[in-house]
């Protein structure tokens, strides 16, 4: 499983505040998760608007 954000993203950082590895930086207006990613899915269902895809 490997973890994307799309286009999607209204970059209110809720999934950095939840993200327990602080794998996902702000990227412009946007964010990116980083390789330092578990998959553990917990900013995924943290997601306000379904952003973050496997």
Known sequence: MVLKITEDCIGCGTCVDTCPVGAIVES???FTITDDCNECGVCVDS???N???K
Do not use: W
Request: proline content about 11%.
């Open 51 to 53: 952003a973050i895809v």
């Open 28 to 30: 412009g207006e946007i």
């Open 47 to 49: 997601c306000p608007v």
